[in-house]
C-alpha cells in the first residue's frame, strides 16, 4: 500500500486549502482513513478520520467546524477541505490507513503517507 499524500501550500490566515490523499492497491475501501499533523518541535497529532463508507467521521476539537473529511472510494483518494486556516494549523500533514475504525491514536494507522506542508501566515 502507498499514500500520496498532496494540496499542501502557503495560505493567509483565513483561507481555506483542500489535501488529497491517493492510495494504492485493491483494498482502500475497507479501511478506516485518517489525517494527522506535526507541528516542528510537537508530537503527531490527530485531525480527522473517516469510516470505509465515508459516512462516519470524527474531528479534532481544534479543527471541528472548519475542516471536512471525505473520500471517493472509486478514485481510492481521501480528501481534507481547511477552511477557515489559522496561523496554529501550520504543520505538516499525513494520511493513513487505520487499522481500527475511530481510532485517533497514531499507533492504529499502519500505512503512512509522506506528508504534505501547509502554513498559514498571520
Known amino acids: 500500500v502507498q499514500l500520496q499524500a498532496s494540496g499542501g501550500g502557503l495560505v493567509q490566515a483565513g483561507g481555506s486549502l483542500r489535501l488529497s490523499c491517493a492510495a494504492s492497491?485493491?483494498?482502500?475501501?475497507?479501511?478506516?482513513m485518517g489525517w494527522f499533523r506535526q507541528a516542528p518541535g510537537k508530537e503527531r497529532d490527530f485531525v480527522a478520520a473517516?469510516?470505509?463508507?465515508?459516512?462516519?467521521?470524527y474531528y479534532a476539537d481544534s479543527v471541528q467546524g472548519r475542516f471536512t473529511i471525505s473520500r471517493d472510494n472509486a478514485k481510492n483518494t481521501v480528501y481534507l477541505q481547511m477552511n477557515s486556516l489559522k496561523p496554529e494549523d501550520t504543520a505538516v500533514y499525513y494520511c493513513?490507513?487505520?487499522?481500527?475504525?475511530?481510532?485517533?491514536?497514531?499507533?492504529?494507522?499502519?500505512?503512512w503517507g509522506q506528508g504534505t506542508l501547509v502554513t498559514v501566515s498571520s
Open positions: 492497491g485493491r483494498t482502500f475501501s475497507s479501511y478506516t
Open positions: 473517516i469510516g470505509w463508507g465515508g459516512s462516519v467521521t
Open positions: 493513513a490507513r487505520g487499522r481500527l475504525s475511530g481510532s485517533f491514536s497514531p499507533t492504529d494507522y499502519d500505512y
